[in-house]
Structures are given as structure tokens and as C-alpha cells.
């Protein structure tokens, strides 16, 4: 292949994989470099679920009224290290005044196509690796206390409605047949099919990582410092200390793409959503598919052996050791949602979900700099919507258009 590249990726998660795969099947050489190693950070952690009908975020309007009671109340999924707040202030600000309609969908506009059709973009993404067999095919529920609360959520599912989802409203005994492990409190859901989740995050990834590598990619474990450049073009990635050559690198390190980003001109108002989750090992029973628990905004999914329990938000910057109270606030919420299910142990994690302030993914090229790609910041839907991502960079970097408007994915619109 005349136009063959050597193609360094810094970060080994899911999108940093998901690159890597379809440019090695493209016929490129790809270098994968992480400082831990590929699906261990938060590519492990997630909630599993292959959200595809996640495109509304969390700024939706009358967040500033609410953000303020849900901080000083324990039972609400937000948490803050208070001492953290006067450096997180300028960030919260920009992110906040997105909280409008309009912005909105804007936002959710812009996320539709990178997860909208996140089951087959992994079942294409995994097809012919040991990966595969990760990928379950599945509903997805929302799960609400009745239908006046399910209506609470109303701005949210017309989101939804607008960009084609449809839904199945199961009340009562409906829901209860459907899947008798929760508990009667709860008597509504909306049930949308044409989803799926992963059952084992991490080990997926690191599948993904491992056809690479046994198809001639490398992957290398290091810190990287900068991509090195001559000319206005990349030549190579500095990692501890040594540059290891590429014609083309793209940054994939999640909520540690920030401080590269700036060194190649592009200053992201980017935070870390610190993320927690709580896994029931060896449960008496099993939900039947995953679910989002609306009353405390976390999700379960059924996983290899394990209930998976995800989705506070914690603000507290990256150096913080995990609090206990999102912990205590999952346990409780669980044993209120499936009150017979009894498990053996649990398994407790914490990890960095990277958040711009804008809520929209930075993909694409840098201005200014021949062969330098990102694609990071794709706070709660980085599973969802890696393998996507993955293509349209890949696409980018064969000179081929993608099928979708990526201007709007731009890291131009942050370039310094």
C-alpha cells in the first residue's frame, strides 16, 4: 500500500483501540501507548451499557435551580470536593450556561451520530476478534416510581422522540413480569430494544488490544509528554523521555488528553467527572437487562458473573482519593431497587470520565499541524460511542469524508 503510515495512538481505551483497529484494517501500522495499558482505565470502569438514546446531557434547563440541593443532599448521584471548587469554578461556569433548550439540541444533535447505532458499530468494530463474545444484545430501561415521575423526564424523551427513539411503556404488573427482580416501588418503565451492553468492559478492550497486537501492532507502556514535531508536521511521540517515530499521532487518553492537547494549541475547558461503580459479585439473581434507575440516576447491568452498579458524579479533580458516601449511596440504592437479591462480595472503583464544557466530543484534525489527531471527551458516552469515533478518525486520516457533519467535533473550536 503505497500510502501506508506509521500511526502512534496515545491511549489505550476504547477509542484509542477502536482507531487502532480500523486503521490497522485500512493497512496501517499502529502503535498503541498507555501509560497503564489498553481497557484499564476508564474503558473498565463504565457502566457497560451501549447507550445509544444517551444524546441528552446532564446540562438540561433548570439544572441551576436543582445543581445546588442535589450538592448538599446525600441521597442525590452529585457529589463535590468542596476544596476543589475555586479551581473547577471557571469550568462550571462555561459548562452551566449550556443548561438552555437550545444548546441542548445543539448538544444532542451533535451526539446522535457517535452512538446512535452503538450496538452495530461494536458487533462491525469486534467482528473476527475474541471480543466479540463480550457484545450482548439487549433492551435498555429506564425505570421511573410511576408515570408522574416518568413525565418529570418529559423535556429528556422528546429529545429522544426527535432523533427517531421509540419506546415501550410497561406499568405495574406489566413491568414485573418483564423482569421480576425489582421492587414493587417502582411501576413504571420505558423500555427501548435495539441496545446491548458489554459484560465485561475492561477484558473487551484489552481483546480489541490483543487482535491488534497479533496482527503486527505494537503497544507500548509509557507516559507521553508531546507529540514532536518538525516543520508543522508530527515526526514522532516523546514518551519517558524517548521519541518513538510516527507520521501521524492521535491523542485518545480520555481526561489526560488535556495538557497534550494544549501543547499542540488547543486549550479544552476539560474536567474530570469522577466516576464511581460498585459490582455485586456472584448475585442470588440477575436483572434481565440493563437498566437506568431514574429515582437515583444510576445504572445496573448484568455482567460475567456480577451486577454492575454505575453513574455518580463527583467533581473533585484527579488527584483525590475515592469519598465513601457515593459508595454507601449506590449500596442503599441497590438493596431499594432489587430489595431479594443477595450477592457474595463487592468490588468497589473510582475513575476520570473526561468532560468538556461543552458536553460535545473533540474529534478530528489539529489546526496547524500535519498528521496530529484527537478524539477524547466523551464524558458518560465514551463506550457508546468509541468505535464510532475510532472510524471517523481512521476515515479522517485515509483522506476519506465521513458520512457526518464533523465541524461540529472540531478541536479548532478551542485552538489557541
Known amino acids: 500500500m503505497s500510502d501506508k503510515k506509521t500511526i502512534a495512538i496515545i491511549g489505550a481505551g476504547i477509542v484509542g483501540v477502536s482507531a ?6 485500512d493497512g496501517h501500522d499502529v502503535i498503541l501507548i498507555d501509560k497503564t495499558g489498553p481497557g484499564e482505565g476508564t474503558s473498565h470502569g463504565n457502566g457497560g451499557v451501549l447507550a445509544s438514546c444517551s444524546i441528552v446531557p446532564v446540562t438540561v434547563p433548570g439544572l441551576m435551580g436543582k445543581a445546588p440541593k442535589m450538592l448538599l443532599s446525600p441521597s442525590q448521584p452529585l457529589f463535590l470536593k468542596w476544596g476543589y471548587l475555586p479551581k473547577l469554578i471557571p469550568w462550571l461556569r462555561q459548562y452551566l450556561s449550556h443548561a438552555n433548550a437550545k444548546d441542548v439540541a445543539r448538544i444532542a444533535a451533535a451526539l446522535s451520530p ?49 432523533h427517531g427513539f421509540k419506546w415501550e411503556e410497561l406499568e405495574g404488573k406489566e413491568f414485573h413480569d418483564y423482569d421480576p427482580v ?40 509509557a507516559s507521553v509528554e508531546d507529540v514532536a514535531r518538525e516543520n508543522g508536521r508530527v515526526i514522532g511521540v516523546r514518551a519517558d523521555g524517548e521519541t518513538i517515530p510516527c507520521d501521524t499521532a492521535i491523542v485518545t487518553a480520555g481526561v489526560w488528553s488535556g495538557p497534550l492537547a494544549e501543547r499542540l494549541g488547543v486549550s479544552v475547558p476539560l474536567e474530570s467527572e469522577r466516576g464511581y461503580h460498585l459490582e455485586l459479585v456472584d448475585p442470588s439473581a440477575m436483572p434481565r437487562s440493563p437498566v437506568m434507575v431514574a429515582s437515583g440516576k444510576f445504572v445496573a447491568t448484568p455482567m460475567d458473573g456480577r451486577i454492575r452498579l454505575a453513574g455518580i458524579v463527583e467533581f473533585g479533580g484527579l488527584d483525590a482519593p475515592p469519598s465513601r458516601a457515593p459508595f454507601e449511596l449506590m449500596r442503599k440504592n441497590a438493596r431499594a431497587a432489587f430489595p431479594g437479591v443477595t ?61 457526518t457533519d464533523m465541524s461540529v467535533y472540531a478541536p479548532s473550536r478551542f485552538a489557541t
Not at 20 to 25: D, E, F, S
Not at 185 to 194: E, R
Not at 385 to 394: H, N
Open 114 to 162: 457517535i452512538v446512535g447505532d452503538s450496538l452495530n458499530d461494536h458487533k462491525a468494530l469486534a467482528a473476527g476478534t475474541k471480543a466479540e463474545k463480550w457484545i450482548v444484545p439487549s433492551d435498555y430501561l429506564f425505570l421511573y416510581n410511576d408515570r408522574a415521575h416518568f413525565d418529570e423526564d418529559a423535556f429528556g424523551w422528546g429529545i429522544r422522540r426527535r
Open 343 to 403: 450477592w457474595k462480595e463487592e468490588v468497589e472503583w473510582m475513575g476520570h470520565r473526561p468532560a468538556p464544557a461543552d458536553s460535545i466530543p473533540i474529534i478530528g484534525d489539529v489546526p496547524g499541524i500535519d498528521g496530529a489527531y484527537m478524539g477524547f471527551g466523551h464524558h458518560h458516552i465514551g463506550l457508546t460511542g468509541g468505535p464510532k469515533t475510532g472510524r471517523f478518525l481512521a476515515q479522517m486520516i485515509m483522506g476519506r469524508t465521513p458520512n
Open 20 to 25: 487502532a483497529v480500523w486503521l490497522q484494517r
Open 182 to 221: 425489582f421492587s414493587k416501588d417502582i411501576g413504571f418503565a420505558a423500555k427501548l430494544s435495539d441496545h446491548g451492553h458489554i459484560t465485561d468492559p475492561g477484558q473487551y478492550v484489552k481483546d480489541l488490544a490483543a487482535h491488534v497486537e497479533a496482527n503486527g501492532g505494537r503497544i507500548i507502556h
